[in-house]
Each structure stands twice: as C-alpha cells, then as structure tokens.
T-cell receptor, first 111, second 112 residues
C-alpha cells in the first residue's frame, strides 16, 4: 500500500511551545519529502530525507527518518506564528514515476 | 523566472460545462503533474507527464483529460464538470518524478 498516515490531523498551539508531527507507512520507502503549504499557495519543499536514521535540521525544524524507513517525524522548537500552515509528507509512488502525498497536519500557532 | 504559473485563479462552472485549466513552467522540467486537494485528503495525483507527448494516469484520473504538446505547457481539461470535481487544483513540475516538486499557486474550482 502507498498509504501515508499523518498525525495529528489538526494541531493548535501557543507561540513558544514545541511540537512534533508524524508521517507513517506500513511499507518501506526509499526517501521522504516534507512540504509546507501556506493558505492560498502551493506546497513548498522543506527537506528530503533518504537514509534510515537520518536527522536533518532547518533552523528550528528537526526532521527524522525512522531506522526502518517506514516513518518520519518533524519537530518544531519554540513555534512561531510564521510556522502556521499545512505540513505534508510525500514518498515515491510504486514504480517511482510519481510522488504520493499524505493527508497532512494543519498547524496553527497562536500569538 | 516565473516558475509554475496557473490560470485561472478562481472558476465557477455549472454542471456539464467544460473548461481547461492552464499550467506552464519556464524551468525546462520534463516532469509535470496535476493534483487535486480536498479537505482532509491531502494531494491526490490526477495525471502526470514525463515529457512532451507522454502522459499517464494517476490516482484519480476519471473525468479529466490531459495532453503535453510542449515541454512548457500541461493543460488539464474537464469535459463535463460535476459537483464532485469541486476542489483546488495544483500543477507541479520537476526534473524527475521523485525529486523536489515545484507547485503553482493553484486554481480553486467550484461546480454548482
């Protein structure tokens, strides 16, 4: 199956709090991309992870690829209102001729 | 570079009408795709193309047609619009199907 489950579906937190969102699959994937989509715009790539156990940092965002390459997480430290948006994970589809997206986590950071 | 452009930004159709959503990119990307985005369902792939003259179906192709006569353009046609096609449509392009996707700003379509 190509199903990518993201949790939680919605998250509303106060500015300055930390949070983690998850992306899980029942099958192994070769790589995983994380995108952020702001209201009224298209998604924009944040990071790509390709190696099991890999950790990448992008300022206050930390991305981790699970050892078994079936899951990934995104941790945000000291969230800011500018972090508000829809966070989507995506993996190569069967045959590697397209990209398959998860259902997304909608994050709201309240000032 | 303009990146990926989509027109129109908004569109309202009546059931049974036809229309074409336009998508163009100026990055010389071979791979282009169309997604629809509905609440709680993420992005679902409609059709994609790996180069001029080559197209294939994605996850939800029914009710939509595409063609790719040039590298730059990848229009999406709705032959007979249905209320179930009310959605936000995104076009994307990339150097490779599984590399970073560059998305357009989207077209919000309402079918009444």
């Amino acid at each position: 199956t190509q199903l990518l489950e993201q949790s939680p579906q919605f998250l509303s937190i106060q500015e300055g709090e930390n949070l983690t969102v998850y992306c899980n699959s029942s099958s192994v994937f070769s790589s995983l991309q994380w995108y952020r989509q702001e209201p009224g715009e298209g998604p924009v790539l944040l990071v790509t992870v390709v190696t099991g156990g890999e950790v990448k940092k992008l300022k206050r965002l930390t991305f981790q690829f699970g050892d078994a390459r079936k899951d990934s997480s995104l941790h945000i430290t000291a969230a800011q209102p500018g972090d508000t948006g829809l966070y989507l994970c995506a993996r190569p589809g069967t045959g590697a001729n397209n990209l398959f997206f998860g259902t997304g986590t909608r994050l709201t950071v309240i000032p | 570079n303009a990146g990926v452009t989509q027109t129109p930004k908004f569109q309202v159709l009546k059931t049974g009408q036809s229309m074409t959503l336009q998508c163009a990119q100026d990055m010389n990307h071979e791979y282009m795709s169309w997604y629809r985005q509905d609440p709680g369902m993420g992005l679902r792939l409609i059709h994609y193309s790996v180069g001029a003259g080559i197209t294939d179906q994605g996850e939800v192709p029914n009710g939509y047609n595409v063609s790719r006569s040039t590298t730059e353009d990848f229009p999406l046609r709705l032959l007979s619009a249905a209320p179930s096609q009310t959605s936000v449509y995104f076009c994307a392009s990339s150097l490779h199907p599984t590399y970073e996707q560059y998305f357009g700003p989207g077209t919000r379509l309402t079918v009444t």
